[in-house]
């Protein structure tokens, strides 16, 4: 199975390519973006434990309400949906917060924690082994 396009970013993920193996799934051809494999349920029903993130390096792209991110300060990855942005009196971006689509409270982050951008999700449900499937972000 491949990606082929994100949508909603307007960021091509070429050629990435998804096998599934008896009891993992390799995610390949990934050029410039990484992988990491999600944890908790803190953003289920949209992301779920096994379900693997494509992310995109920040290098200071344009954040807005509703995209998912990966921040990291204090050393655990939180992966979570922005809610709201923060900016200084010059209307620079500073923070803001966010949010699990499952957690009941919000979290504040600073700008210089966000490391990546999610683009896509690789969905496992190795409990049913019934689907492998990509969405885009």
């Given at each position: 199975q491949a990606i082929t396009k994100v949508k909603g970013t307007g960021?091509?993920?070429?050629?990435?390519?998804?096998?599934?193996?008896?009891?993992?799934l390799k995610v390949s051809n990934l050029n410039d973006y990484g992988e990491m494999t999600c944890c908790t349920t803190s953003m289920s029903p949209v992301l779920n434990p096994r379900d693997i993130v494509i992310e995109e390096k920040y290098k200071g792209q344009q954040l807005k309400v509703g995209m998912i991110i990966?921040?990291?300060?204090?050393?655990?990855?939180?992966?979570?949906?922005i809610v709201?942005?923060?900016?200084?009196?010059?209307?620079?971006?500073?923070?803001?917060?966010?949010?699990?689509d499952n957690n009941p409270n919000s979290e504040y982050f600073k700008l210089n924690c966000v490391t990546h951008i999610i683009r896509g999700v690789v969905f496992s449900d190795w409990e049913y082994d019934k689907r492998i499937q990509c969405k885009n972000y």
């Amino acid at each position: 199975q491949a990606i082929t396009k994100v949508k909603g970013t307007g960021t091509p993920l070429q050629k990435v390519s998804v096998t599934k193996y008896s009891n993992y799934l390799k995610v390949s051809n990934l050029n410039d973006y990484g992988e990491m494999t999600c944890c908790t349920t803190s953003m289920s029903p949209v992301l779920n434990p096994r379900d693997i993130v494509i992310e995109e390096k920040y290098k200071g792209q344009q954040l807005k309400v509703g995209m998912i991110i990966k921040q990291t300060c204090g050393g655990t990855p939180i992966i979570h949906r922005i809610v709201v942005l923060d900016y200084d009196k010059n209307k620079n971006l500073i923070g803001g917060k966010t949010k699990g689509d499952n957690n009941p409270n919000s979290e504040y982050f600073k700008l210089n924690c966000v490391t990546h951008i999610i683009r896509g999700v690789v969905f496992s449900d190795w409990e049913y082994d019934k689907r492998i499937q990509c969405k885009n972000y």
